[in-house]
């Protein structure tokens, strides 16, 4: 570190020693994301209080003026002298960006008799997307209040802004809704989990779910470090937990029990009943006073046909709506496309966005099979030409293919380590084949981890860290700025931090 005072003066270092005898460590501006710019000035700031103490901040609406405007809203500068450190930011959310990225540059942990200094830059800062999510299933297993903080708090320290949460699965209904309380009371408690390559289930029972008041204390939590929560309430398939709870949902009547097998089960809501349609939408009246997020997902994925195409409601349905197949829409999927419409418009109506997973309009052969309101955002899981042929097709969409950016090695994605970074790396989110008009409706990328195979906290960390380091580059970094050489250091670094923090993370990666 420099030292400035120390060779000028005998009598100058002496009192410098008397007043700071720590030893000086010193932070670092190779982090993950790495800022867009970081010019050093050779100067260097002492941290002798804890920031934010430290920081001066200050709003400037200008700043990031000729940056495309949703950028504009995380965009930061910071400046850091010999005399201070100075925050500046055009909102809130800027400053809480700016303050992410300092907590990063600091060193990792301090000794009692450590200080921290950081070396005196200038940096500037803004996302690549303005949708960069993590979206964790605790519908297959439920994870604690304090264990979606910390999923939370990971986040954060990625600077990703979006964190969808899945609450509702055939193995249990994670979200308290008053007007439904068997939902929690029946859908929210299994007998047991599959066990590979047997018949049955292991007999542990798997049980949990989130009060309101829970859920208003996560959402608020998860304000103050700029994160918005986006619900899923996954519709019509993956549902049987509520079907479980409300027989008179499914086509068939029931009854059905809260799933102890994973994958894609037949048993679905039934889309031509007037009363399960109320049902979703009285659902979404008390999610959306719970969740004030622009986004709510309405799921959509995995939603097999076979129970409509023998239930009369469906059936009669499809003649009342006058649904008839075309190419390779078929009436049922024509069908989904209309019982999620009614959604996706309830939702419009208070406004509020919704997202839906790429099964509702293209299938695993490319085929667009369904006509969903374009007032819905696609999410394209499947395959990144699923995103692409979303927004050739007119929608904004998300992109989060499953062989990248799931990070539960096994759904799919069974790379690891440099194998597994590289693959995040060459994932291109605006390819060429698109045309910039085009490009411009992809708002972002999303990292999803699912919880068949991730029983608790330790085995959801250790999936999480430290794959999210590199979709977090993904997510922020302009192409330009990102290279796969550079990474390594800065994911060394972003390790002390999960280190420091106690977080459980995978060293074999
Ligand atoms: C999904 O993986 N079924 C969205
Ligand atoms: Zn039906």
């Known amino acids: 570190m420099k030292h400035p005072v120390i060779g000028l003066c005998l009598l100058g270092s002496l009192i ?4 700071n005898p720590k030893t000086q460590v010193s932070g670092s501006w190779t982090l993950s994301p790495q800022p867009r710019s970081v010019v050093e000035n050779g100067e260097s700031y002492v941290v002798k209080k804890a920031l934010p103490a430290g920081v001066k901040t200050c ?57 921290a200094v950081l070396p005196g830059a200038t940096v500037f800062d803004y996302p690549e997307f303005p949708y960069r999510a993590f979206m964790l299933d605790c519908g297959r297993h439920f994870f604690p209040v304090e264990t979606v903080k910390k999923v939370i708090d990971i986040l954060a320290l ?22 439904y309380p068997k939902l929690t009371e029946v859908g929210s408690w299994r007998a047991g989990s599959p066990v590979p390559g047997q018949k049955g289930h292991d007999g542990v029972p798997v049980s949990g779910f989130y009060t309101q008041e829970e859920v208003r204390d996560i959402v608020a939590y998860a304000a103050t470090k700029g994160i918005e929560v986006i619900p899923e309430i996954d519709l019509p398939g993956h549902m049987k937990a509520a079907l479980a709870s409300y027989p008179e949902l ?16 037949d048993d679905v809501l039934c889309a031509g009943r007037e009363h399960t349609l109320q049902f979703v939408l009285d659902v979404l ?17 995995e939603c097999p046909k076979v129970r409509w195409e023998a239930c009369p409601h469906c059936q009669a349905k499809i003649k009342e709506l006058g649904l008839k197949a075309d190419g390779h829409k078929s009436a049922e999927e024509l069908l989904q ?4 419409d009614q959604a996706v418009a309830h939702l419009e109506a208070r406004d509020r966005r919704a997202i839906i997973w790429n099964d509702v309009l293209v299938d695993w052969s490319n085929e667009v099979i369904g006509a969903p309101s374009r007032k819905a955002v696609i999410a394209g899981w499947m395959r990144p030409v699923s995103t692409d042929i979303a927004v050739r097709e007119g929608y904004d ?40 008009k085009q490009q411009d409706h992809i708002l972002g990328v999303e990292a999803c981890l699912w919880s068949e195979r991730v029983p608790n906290e330790q085995d959801l960390l250790w999936k999480l860290l430290p794959r ?21 250091p800065r994911l060394q670094r972003m390790e002390a931090l999960y280190t420091a923090r106690g977080w459980n993370w995978n060293p074999a990666e």
């Not at 380091?469 to 050489?485: F, I, T």
Request: proline letters at 4%; a negative charge.
């Open 158 to 179: 990625h600077q990703i802004n979006e964190f969808h949460w899945h609450l509702s699965e055939d193995q249990g209904w994670r979200l308290e809704i008053k007007k």
């Open 337 to 340: 496309s209309w019982f999620m």
């Open 250 to 265: 499914g086509c068939t009547g029931g009854p059905y029990e809260v799933a102890c097998e994973y994958g894609v089960l």
């Open 59 to 115: 709003l400037d609406a200008t700043l990031g003026q000729e940056l495309k405007p949703f950028q504009q809203a995380e965009c930061y500068r910071l400046d850091v002298t010999g005399k201070g450190i100075t925050l500046t930011a055009a909102t809130e959310v800027g400053i809480l960006r700016g303050m992410q990225t300092l907590e990063k540059a600091l060193p990792a942990s301090l000794g009692a008799d450590e200080v």
């Open 285 to 301: 009246d008390e999610v959306m006073d719970l969740f004030p997020s622009r986004y709510i997902h309405l799921g959509g994925d």
């Open 468 to 488: 999210l380091a590199a979709v977090s580059e993904l997510q922020w970094s302009a192409p330009e700025g990102r290279n796969y050489e550079g990474f390594l």
């Open 397 to 436: 969409a998300i992109l989060c293919p499953v062989g990248h950016l799931y990070l539960s090695a096994g759904d799919g994605n069974a790379l690891k380590g440099e194998a597994y970074f590289r693959r995040v790396y060459d994932l291109n989110v605006k390819p060429e084949g698109l045309t910039p």
């Open 16 to 19: 410098l020693f008397s007043c």
